[in-house]
Structure formats: C-alpha cells, structure tokens
C-alpha cells in the first residue's frame, strides 16, 4: 500500500465512502467496551467466562458441537487441517489455487506443519464436484473458501455443496471451510449458518470482516477435534493469557450487524450496477452473491488512477484507494459492502459514477 | 486451579493481597486506553504509527537494531529458536530443563519446528558456566532465562553471563535471552536492560508480567533476525490485522511500572523474610533476586491450605489462592511482587503472618 498515491490520499480526504464500516480506529474498541463493567474479570489462557461464553454461542450458532476462539484465521485453519492430516496419517489437503493459506501466509502450512496443498480448479473460477471427483491424489482433507475471495467473491451452488460434501464424506476426506466470510453468503443461500456447517466436519468463521470486528477467528467441530485445536493453539502461540479486547469486541459487532447481511448483499448488487454502467468498468462477479465484488477496469491504471482521483476530489466520495494492475489495459479493486453505503446520499452516488463514466470514455 | 477450593475462595474475598498489580479485569484495558483518541488509526499487519513507534522505542530500551511486537512470548521465542537453527543448519537448542519451552508449550518447538533440545543443569539451580563448557553436543542456540521462573526465579552472576556470552560466541552458538522478566532483574545486575542484552544475540521481553499489561511480547535483535522472525509471525498466525490492544496498554504500563522495579525488588525481600521466619516456611532463593520468589512450606499440602485460608479469613489479607504439592510434606506457591504491597497497611501485613505461624506451628 503506497500511503502518499495521489489516489490514496484523495480517498482518505473523502466525506463518505460507498464500502465498508468505516475507519479501523481505535474508536472501534472503545465503543464496544463502554458499556462493559471495569470488574469483569479477562479470560485466562483459554478458560474463563469471557471466552467460554463466546465459544458456545458461536458453536451453538454454527451448529457444531463444540468452537475455539482464536487470535487469527491463519492459525486456525493450518491446526484443522494438521489435525485432519494427523488423523489419516496424510499430511496433503487440496483446496483453491488462491486459498488464503496458498498465497497469504508464507507458507506456514508447508514450513510449520510440512503438508502438501493440491490446487484444484482453475484460478479464475470456483471449485465445482468434478474437480474434486477428477482429483488423482488421495488428500485427508479439502477445504472450501466461501466466498472465494480472490476471484471478487463467487460461490458454487448450495446444491454442489451437498455433493461434495457427500463425496467426501464417502471417500473418507474431512471436509474444512474457510468461512472467512461465511455470515456474508447466507442471504444468497438463503440458509442458516449452522445449515450450511453441517455440510462441513470443520469450520472457521473470520470475527472482523463483515462484522467489523478487531480481529480473530472462530474455529468450530467436534469436541475430539477441538480438545486437539487447542494443544495445537498454545503450540502455535496463539493462547493467549487474554484474548478479550478480541472477543468482547467480536461479540459486540455480532450482535449488531450478524443480521445486516441481508442489506449488505442487496446494496452489493446495486452498486454493482454502477459500476457495470460505467464506460471500461465491470464486475466478477457481474452480479454480486456476497456483499462483496471485484471491480475490473479494462484500461491502464495510470489512467483509471487520474480518472478515480479526480473524482474523489470532486464529489467527496470515496470510491477506492487502491487499484491492482492485472495487465497494462487492466486492473481492479476489491469492495466489500458495509454501513457505510446507505449513509451517501443516493443523488451523490449517482453523480459520481455520471463523473466517473465521463472520466473513464476519453 | 481449582476455583471453589476453600483457599482460592478466601483469597479471592481478601481486601488487600500481597503480591501483583490487582485483579486481571476489563478495568487493565479501559484505563490505558481512557485517554486515547478514538480516530488514532490502527496497525494494519504489523505495520503503521502504533506498533512501528512502539517497537522503535523497545529496540532502543534493549539496545538492538530491531525489534517486532509478538502477540505472546511462545511464539516469539520458537521463531527466535528456529531462526538460529536455519542460520547453522543444526535443528538443536540448549536450555533449562524447566524452560517454558520444555514444559509449557505442549512441545511447539518439536512438534512445529522439529527442534531438538539439549537440557543443561540441574532443575533446582540456573545454568553455570561449566554446564555451557561441558556441553558435549553442538547446538545453534543457547535460551538463558533471567530469572529462572521455576525454581522462584534464580539468576547467575553478570560475570557468569558475561562468560557465557563470550563462549558462545568464540563457539558460533547464538545466545538467545529469554526476558519474560528482564525488567524484574535489572535492580539486582544494576545494570541498564541494554546492558543486559548486548550479551545477547536475541531477546524476548514479556509485556504483561512485571508491568502488569494485557499480553504480548517483543522480540528484538538485528535487522535481518527480526525481518525474518516477520515471516515467521505470520506463518504462525501472529500477524493480526490489529494488535493495538496489547500494544497501547503495554506502552501505557511501560510508562507506569518499568521505573518501579527497584521497588518491587526491595519489597520482595522484605517480605521473604516474613515467611522465612514463619513455622515451616522459606523461601527460594533464601533472598530473593528479582521481583519474586517461591515459598515451600515443608508440611502436608492440606494442612497448609487450612493454615493459609483461616489467615485470610481472619485478617484480610490475601498471601495465596493456589498450593502446589511437591511430595506430602512440601508445598509452594510464587509470589511476584508488585503495587499491590505498599497498599497493605504494615501492621496488618505483621498480624497475619504472626497468625499464620501460629497456625503453621500446632
């Protein structure tokens, strides 16, 4: 991230922005914690009415036996699939060619845990039954990113869920998912949380991504498979004397926006639109299935950078301060939908893309 | 720990305890962060004002090029570890058979890094000079821990550490210090923590023992050291999206306590000699070398719980809530000093220890 783009810095100076909660600042603590007594006594390694409390309503939410809090998603899901591998006495797990775990953690997986990653589907799309059917190496686990980030936030059908998670449970493969985003494809699937899990023997759930958290990860199952989560979490460091700044603030976002992703989907789809009508823009995916999307620009980024600056510093809203180059004619940014997008007033969205469009057609 | 022993219920309902900074609340965070501005921005994956700033002043108190904020000290310390053996190509580390390494880590170090470790020195005694020198195999890294926890916080000499360090380094072994309470033995050495560690190649220092903040640790050392142990954080989940929450209270604590130490020091021989002079009781060490020290009662644990919870029943005064059996006529429990003491009023401090030698004595 370059603090000082021109791009960057018209972002930051933006009154509203379409994506998002807003800021990542202190602010975001201290709300959470105002109405918490200064008696309640913290969490102690792992033990403690904080953390206990906290882990069995998000068990009970994802309908699993037992859940684990944890200090990140990374640690989280190399211990499931190391249990999973222990478990078989295999240590190779397949999953996405942009999973998380591939491209976002220097390779603890391999470098930690010494397990093998087997890559299916091609990068651009999600995994569907036959890449799992057609895959040659037997693996002790597979893991499912929902949505897959990477690729703007796409999703394989419920129905191709069920299968998978059929074959692999025929063929003797845990199967793991990266619920990162998990709460965020509920209104797509129409489906509660914990019927979405029991497709899935594990599963890990982010605490600060749709909800707005500070950071931290949930990682749900059996009670065998989280009694061994937990050696491996004081193994890996993350057991922590307290977790609480993490957990009460984990709580407290949950409770307020866990049943706003209904809203955040909807309002992804029409901002979608926007971005779709504008001259050289469009979306992956076209229609959003989350509250999140890629938008794609099919010119240089130097050009899209001047068109979107400019913009910015003329209308106040903040669009985005970051774009990624795929090739000299294309590029692209993330959005995720938040609170943030129902407080810009619908006539200064509209003009910003009217400007955008002009920018962009030149 | 038993929660509803009999002793841990009387010492929960004492008005005044005798060791530590008070009860690990809520109330340790929200007063650290009472005057913190809501729209400071938060660290973003290690980087970003609030830890780059904190861990500049770290590196500066210890004296080293780098340091790098770990969210705790088991991580910190098996990336340190590992790092050595990469650098040597020798998976092999030397260090106390009582090292938290050895016994509170449910063996990350084997289990994650496949690190084999040579135990030197008896349990009961630190490590000397002559157990580094008859070392019959070749190690990368040497972990000293100042002072050695276990066994109530023993330290060699500065001139034995000096010695040390010199050999290791003549023998291309990497001196690695493991800090949890470096701040708590500066008194002792009168000497400056950067005093300490220039003997060091590597030092962990703990952020929530001596000063009393929520958890979290820093690693420091050279440039290269501390780039590479990044890589690692993040392998092992450490590398949160925001660890402002341990950062500003430890920063806070820091500025409050690491003055004190001194202080602490003082008190903590003061008060050995209570219970050195108590029926049954003494302390190890006999004078305490730090902030802390164990007591080992040489009667029945059972009978020393009833001894110890009808003192705090009596007088108010909190001295334990936990008792660990060593064989049926020895038990200790630790004692870390901290704020708390100078709070007792004195006379209440000589009533129940003359008290609890009657008791002791039947």
Known sequence: MNETSPLQASFKQTKHQLAGHGKRNIHIMKKAFQDIE????SDFYGEGKVIEDFQEKMAQFLGKE????????????????????????????????????EIHEEDGLKELHHIESVLLADENRVIELDDVMEMKEDVASLLLELPQREI?????????????SKYCRDKGIKFHLDGARLLEVLPYYKKSA????????????????GIGGIAGAILAGGQDFIEQSKIWKRRHGGDLISLYPYIITA???FEMRSQNMQKYYEDAQELAKFFNACHGGSTVPHVPVSNM??????????????????VQQQTGIGITGKLKEIDENTCYFEVSLGDQYREVPKE??????KLLDEYMDY
Chains 1, 2 share one sequence.
């Open 38 to 41: 200064g008696n309640l006594e």
């Open 66 to 101: 037992c859940a684990v809090f944890f200090p990140s998603g990374t640690m989280a899901q190399q211990i499931a699939l190391r249990i999973w591998c222990d478990d078989k006495g295999l240590p190779k797990v397949a999953y996405h060619p942009l999973s998380h775990l």
């Open 152 to 164: 703007g936030g796409q999703l394989p059908s419920f129905e191709t869920l069920e299968k998978i």
């Open 194 to 209: 914990a019927e979405v899990c029991a497709l899935f023997d594990s599963v890990y759930l982010s605490l600060y991504k």
């Open 251 to 253: 709580d407290y976002y």
């Open 293 to 310: 999307f890629h938008v794609h620009f099919h010119q240089a980024k130097e050009q899209v950078e001047t068109a979107l600056t400019k």
């Open 348 to 353: 200064s969205i509209n003009n910003a893309f």
